[in-house]
């Protein structure tokens, strides 16, 4: 077999391929990430005999998915009810947010399920390995672990320990002796995610990828590398917050809203089964411009505080910020109060924060939003027992959202007493007992609402 090198350029954000050196890529517009990288192809002297059969979709028989229970409920919820056999899943974040330290305790609950698993890193030392792992707990000795970045010795460790679940932290790190250039270049992602591919497939084993992600949060090298994996889960959070949301972006085996919440604790990351007792912890008591609102994640309901500030403005343009949400929603919802309501904000600073830093963009937040930026405004505070939710269009009506029946059960479990709700949703409801139901149409209905409590 002859073996051809070529030059090629690749663009590092999307993986787009060319034969020149181009100032901005016709795939993704973005400008000067193009880089030279060495590839050498082998080029078979005849052409490859095909034997492909076609089959009838009856004829396949359908068999259950074999799932493991990684013992995390959160972390189960995300996959979709489990490890799924032989999936590749791929784990980015940002650096230092908990990625190695949450597979490392998916590895003791697997060897304490008596698996074999496989950790293989290509950052950390043995060493280092060892002192995270002092601080999460025991381990049995089911956990294999190997410091290696060459892919070829880790497939055969792979193929000679058969492991039922392998994690590489992290693919940045790989490399094979197939592609020259240098690992974390688009290349070599390729090509070792296309290797560990294989191995997942070919021998039904579980393997568990992290991923570095750029300044501009999303995988660094090429978006090929989400196209290629079977799930792509994302560990985001506030690094000087102790939380950390484990988000489903891509799932072959399951829904992609739902998220994971967990707690970096000194003995690793801990498990938060109710968020929203968790995230309405520290709400100040009477204080305007703070109020509570609902959004659904997935099929769980998560309630959040919403604060905003309005004061005077001191320049010609005045300052708005939105911490947690939507920018530019929050300037329309500023425009809607404005337009509808005859509100006069236009000569007002106004900041908009998500306490707690959680980041939410469901439409069934905008009334929290504007609520919290009139009770600013008006100097009115509203009731500390009182949620509310619904999309706000830009008539200033309230639309209704989906799933009202969970987001007043979980209202009424933390001990909420009213809650301002889309008439449209009201009507539909089958009578609720123990929390008071105020339906309104539009915005000025709900501040009527959060005046007459
Ligand atoms: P790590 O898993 O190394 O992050 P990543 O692999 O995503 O880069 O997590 C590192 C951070 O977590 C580090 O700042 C220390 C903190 N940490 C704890 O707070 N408690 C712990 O038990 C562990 C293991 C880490
Ligand atoms: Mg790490």
């Known amino acids: ?21 181009m100032g901005q890529c016709p795939g993704c517009r973005e400008w000067n990430s193009f880089v030279e990288e060495k590839i050498e192809r082998s080029i078979s002297a005849k052409a490859k005999k095909i034997d492909a059969n076609v089959t009838k979709l009856s004829a396949i028989q359908l068999k259950e998915e074999e799932r493991i229970s990684t013992d995390m409920p959160e972390l189960n919820r995300v996959l979709g009810g489990g490890i799924v056999k ?19 305790q998916v590895c003791r609950n697997l060897s304490k399920q008596k698996f074999q698993v496989l950790y293989i890193s290509g950052e950390e030392s043995l060493q280092q390995i060892k002192i995270r792992a ?3 707990g025991e381990f049995t000795d089911s956990l294999l672990l190997l410091c290696e970045t060459n892919l070829e010795i880790i497939q055969e460790v792979i193929r000679r320990e058969r492991p039922a679940v392998v994690i590489i932290d992290s693919i940045q790190t790989m490399y094979s002796e197939n592609v020259s250039s240098a690992p974390g270049s688009v290349s070599q992602v390729r090509e070792s995610t296309g290797v560990l ?43 000087h917050a102790s939380y950390r949301i484990l988000r489903g972006v891509k799932n ?10 967990f707690e970096m604790r000194s003995e690793g ?8 007792e968790f995230m309405l912890s520290g709400k100040p008591e009477g204080a305007s411009g703070s109020v509570v609102a609902c959004s659904m994640e997935g099929t769980r309901p998560i309630l959040l505080e919403i604060q905003a500030l309005v004061c005077h403005s001191n320049f010609g343009i005045p300052r708005r910020t939105a911490a947690g949400t939507d920018f530019n929603r929050v300037n329309l919802l500023m425009a809607v109060l404005e337009k509808r309501l005859g509100m006069s904000l236009s000569a007002c600073d106004a900041y908009v924060n ?4 959680i980041r939410m963009n469901e439409p069934a937040i905008d009334l929290g939003i504007v609520l919290a930026i009139v009770s600013s405004h008006k100097e009115i505070a509203i009731d500390e027992k009182t949620i509310c939710f619904g999309e706000v269009g830009l008539s200033g009506e309230v639309r209704a959202v989906s799933m009202a029946e969970q987001r007043i059960q979980e209202a009424k479990k933390l001990g909420f007493e009213v ?3 889309p008439q449209v949703c009201l009507e539909t409801l089958s009578s609720a007992s123990g929390i008071r139901l105020i339906g309104v149409k539009n915005v000025r209905e709900a501040v009527q609402a959060i005046r007459g409590l």
């Open 1 to 21: 077999m002859a073996k051809e090198k070529k030059t090629v350029y690749f663009c590092q954000s999307c993986g787009y391929e060319s034969s020149k050196w």
């Open 86 to 104: 032989g999936s590749l899943v791929l784990v980015g974040g940002d650096p230092g947010i908990g990625k190695s330290t949450l597979l490392l």
């Open 134 to 136: 002092k601080r999460i």
């Open 197 to 239: 591919m294989q191995i997942a497939k070919g021998m039904g084993i579980t393997v568990f990828i992290v991923g570095h992600v750029t300044k501009e949060g999303v995988v660094a090298g090429p978006r090929v590398l989400e196209h290629m994996v079977d799930t792509v889960l994302y560990f985001e959070g506030d690094r």
């Open 252 to 261: 072959r085996f399951g829904s992609t809203n739902e998220i994971g919440v």
């Open 269 to 276: 990351l801990r498990e938060v089964e109710n968020p929203s």
């Open 354 to 357: 998500i306490a707690g830093g």
């Open 419 to 421: 809650c301002i709700l």
